[in-house]
């Protein structure tokens, strides 16, 4: 009998080759990957995905940065500014639903491998093209960074606290907006293939989805032509809608309508402040937020977090202490939802991975294999593509390598 499938395998069966590094694109094809495909990564033969020396720390022969984003995957080390690298890639191509690059534009790797020529010689082939700026305008050609995205596409300014420097956002939010709105488009892709029997080139860009990702930003800055200011972690337009400081830490209220605050002033001691003409609705109580937040300051540094969240939660006021990470993943809700897995490393052993965050009829996709080692499935990859141990022997060979990709 047939092996049955799986809910939590929804896209086996399906052949990505990955020919893209950093972050952005190799998230999209892990991704692909947690969701059952077969992902072949190819590495350049000398050192390979720039990020498996992005460390410390190291867990390994890698960088922790590269495990982060390549499990299930296999690795080939080929050259592909070498006729024989090309080839071996056209050959994985013949059967591939699916090709992840992020090629600078302009580069020799971009024109040997252009989206959309290969999108009209495999006409069943998805090609995602992910690049920093775009396919088109004054900025397409230069190379981007995580950073440089946040800098360029607005976040870095609306970032940090008031009075302080422009902050980088914590997660690398260019590179995994880009990521997540790549995958919504491959997939989108793979079901428009099923109605009409073709692929398509998709594109998107570090700089285009932090566009997208402004949301309530954009629509207020349009509206009123201002310059949002950095808020800290205030809300634009709702009020308390924070962090604050307990006495021994700091947690967040997150106050979305008049109800609730009432309660939370309520138990602060102070249901006058509900009255105030200054803080009585959300509108008002953005408009005063200055002093409506020293009032509540005032009150809440009086005692721990643990105080403050037991009186509130009781009440349906929306608080969380600020949680560190050894704090989330020593955490009860962490392990029943079975986000963290373990899958066995060649050299490590045992390796934690944060799994795939969405579950199909209740299951969630397990993490298949660990991520490869530098090459680690090159010789059996290329003998499935009908190569000769020779033949492969010359293959795998080193040459410099491109010091422009796309994403950190």
């Known amino acids: 009998m047939p092996e049955p499938e799986t809910a939590a395998a929804p896209l086996k069966g399906m052949k990505v080759v990955d020919l893209s590094k950093i972050l952005a694109g190799p998230y999209v094809t892990m991704s692909l990957a947690d969701l059952g495909a077969d992902v072949i990564k190819v590495e350049h033969p000398d050192g390979g995905d ?4 992005w460390g410390p720390p190291f867990n390994g022969p890698d960088a922790t940065y590269y495990l982060a984003a390549n499990r299930s995957k296999r690795s080939v080390t080929l050259d592909l500014k070498s006729a024989g690298g090309q080839e071996a890639v056209h050959r994985m191509l013949a059967d591939a639903d699916v090709l992840v690059e992020n090629f600078r534009p302009g580069s020799t790797l971009a024109r040997l491998f252009d989206h959309k020529e290969l999108s009209e010689r495999y006409p069943r082939l998805v090609v995602l093209h992910i690049s920093a700026f775009g396919d088109t305008g004054p900025l397409r050609d230069e190379p981007g960074y995580d950073m440089v995205a946040q800098a360029s596409a607005g976040l870095m300014s609306l970032t940090g606290e008031p009075d302080g420097p422009p902050v980088k956002a914590g997660y690398a939010m260019g590179d995994l907006g880009a990521a997540l709105f790549g995958l919504v488009g491959v997939n989108a892709a793979l079901v428009e293939r099923e109605r009409t029997g073709r692929g398509q080139s998709v594109t998107t860009s570090l700089y285009e989805s932090q566009l997208a990702l402004h949301i309530n930003w954009a629509t207020g800055y349009f509206a009123t032509g201002e310059r949002p200011a950095r808020l800290g972690s205030g809300h634009p337009s709702l009020v308390p809608y924070q962090a604050y400081s307990a006495a021994d830490g700091h947690f967040v209220i997150a106050v979305g309508n008049d109800a609730l605050f009432r309660r939370l002033v309520g138990a602060l001691g102070h249901p006058e402040w509900a009255d105030d003409p200054r803080f009585a609705t959300n509108r008002d109580r953005v408009a005063h937020r200055t ?4 009032k509540l300051e005032s ?26 990470l050894d704090e989330v993943y020593d955490c009860p809700q962490t392990a029943a939802l079975g986000m963290v897995q373990k899958v066995d490393h060649p050299v490590v052993g045992p390796l934690r991975q944060v799994a795939f965050p969405v579950t199909f009829r209740g299951e969630r996709p397990p993490v298949r294999s660990a991520p490869p080692i530098l090459g680690q499935q090159s010789r059996a990859v290329l003998a499935e593509l009908g190569y000769g141990e020779a033949e492969t022997d010359r293959l795998l060979t080193a040459a410099p390598e491109d010091p422009h990709p796309q994403g950190a």
């Open 50 to 53: 720039p990020t498996r020396s």
């Open 291 to 294: 002093a409506l937040n020293a």
């Open 299 to 324: 009150v809440l540094v009086d005692e721990p977090v643990a105080h403050w969240t037991g009186l509130l939660k009781p009440l349906g006021v929306p608080v969380a202490a600020i949680r560190t």
